[in-house]
């Protein structure tokens, strides 16, 4: 579960020994600090440039992750080998190659550097959560999010498994909360999409649906449900590897992580927005009930006007002829049975979601955020099949 325990937490408050990275957090705007389970990680256009954990046997100790100067190593700080994976004794030796870190990344995830792909959706989607934190009525607590423990096998359309390596359900790029209203809040798990060839995330050699919109869908839908009906996550994956524990609550996961995270900025001072801000004390937060409990929201940026590619994928509101053939509706009747080795969605799993489409890309600001009243709706009935009974 994600948080920082209390001796590992007060060392980032007032007069702690690492009460110089908020200082610096809060000076940089395009940077956001991730809480994770008692580390952190501080990312920039959506690559960590800083890792601070606690080790056993050496206490806390800071690590850069090498992949990001692996073309330019001649970029890479001489005083890094001398702290790198070491017990740190000043975090201002950390800090003073912030600046440097920082910058290697940008580049890296911008494709300044030679031989890199310019990371679109990881930028795009930290300029997501630096507008939502800015001053809206959402606030994105965490990004880059899987359920610990949420694991099960890869079945075939005939339920047998198959033997592709376990998959993680209920991820995200974002995850936000609203504002609370009598201490009750609804959490979003958002992903955030840039250009039309993000949207189909299919891999034809494997047969794999990954991570487009059909992928994401499928991987939430079930999760998404068990919180909204307060049941218990199972799988055979947990059942054999966790015979004493094979569920897990995941709406109890979820809400102590936002008390967890959301309590730890309050208390460093790392919120700004006033919708957020003036929340004494988040441990009297709750869900809201049933289906306002959680929702699954697409973010479409770089999307052209006019264009159906999004309803395409999803096999609703669009000529039968256009729609992909790897498309929600036509997985959810089993159409693709006989062509894909493929467990699928079941109308009964499926969910409602919202969805915005913007032409603004992640080289842009200034989104369109404010989700009840911008973000489109497509429920679960457009789903049905109108020649069945």
């Not at 609203?178 to 809040?185: A, Q, T, Y």
């Amino acid at each position: 579960m994600r948080g920082l325990n209390p001796e590992f937490e007060k060392e980032f408050l007032e007069n702690g020994k690492f009460r110089g990275i908020i200082e610096y957090v809060k000076k940089q705007d395009d940077v956001f600090l991730g809480v994770r389970e008692n580390y952190i990680n501080l990312y920039v256009d959506g690559g960590s440039f800083f890792k601070l954990e606690y080790k056993s046997r050496k206490g806390h100790v800071g690590s850069f992750d090498e992949k990001y100067y692996k073309y330019c190593i001649e970029r890479k700080p001489r005083k890094l080998s001398s702290i790198k994976g070491k017990t740190i004794e000043d975090i201002k030796d950390w800090i003073n190659l912030f600046p440097d870190l920082k910058k290697i990344v940008k580049d890296y995830q911008e494709k300044i550097i030679p031989k890199t792909k310019k990371s679109r959706e990881k930028i795009l989607q930290q300029k997501l959560v630096h507008e939502f934190n800015k001053n809206s009525n959402y606030f994105a607590y965490d990004i880059e999010y899987a359920i610990k423990g949420a694991i099960d096998y890869v079945y075939d359309t005939k339920k047998n498994r198959t033997n592709k390596k376990p998959k993680t359900e209920g991820r995200a790029d974002i995850l936000l909360i609203s504002k609370p209203v009598n201490n009750k809040i609804t959490i979003y798990f958002m992903e955030v999409k840039e250009g039309l060839g993000a949207l189909s995330g299919i891999n034809l050699r494997e047969v794999s649906l990954g991570s487009g919109i059909v992928g994401h869908l499928k991987n939430n839908a079930k999760i998404v449900n068990l919180v909204r009906k307060n049941k218990l996550y199972e799988s055979e994956y947990r059942r054999i590897h966790y015979p004493k524990n094979p569920t897990i609550d995941i709406k109890k996961i979820l809400l102590q992580e936002v008390i967890n995270i959301m309590s730890f900025y309050h208390k460093c001072g790392l919120i700004e927005n006033k919708n957020f801000k003036d929340i004494d004390d988040y441990s009297k937060i709750n869900l809201k009930e049933d289906d306002e409990a959680i929702k699954l929201v697409f973010f479409l940026g770089n999307y052209p006007e006019g264009c159906e590619s999004f309803e395409h994928y999803l096999g609703i509101r669009c000529d039968e002829k256009l729609t992909s053939d790897f498309s929600v509706k036509k997985l959810l009747d089993n159409k693709q049975e006989e062509k894909l080795n493929l467990d699928y969605i079941t109308y009964d799993n499926m969910i409602g979601f919202k969805y915005i489409k913007t032409t603004k890309n992640c080289d842009q600001n200034g989104f369109e955020l404010e989700i009840e009243d911008k973000y489109k709706e497509i429920r679960k009935e457009e789903f049905k099949d109108k020649t069945s009974n």
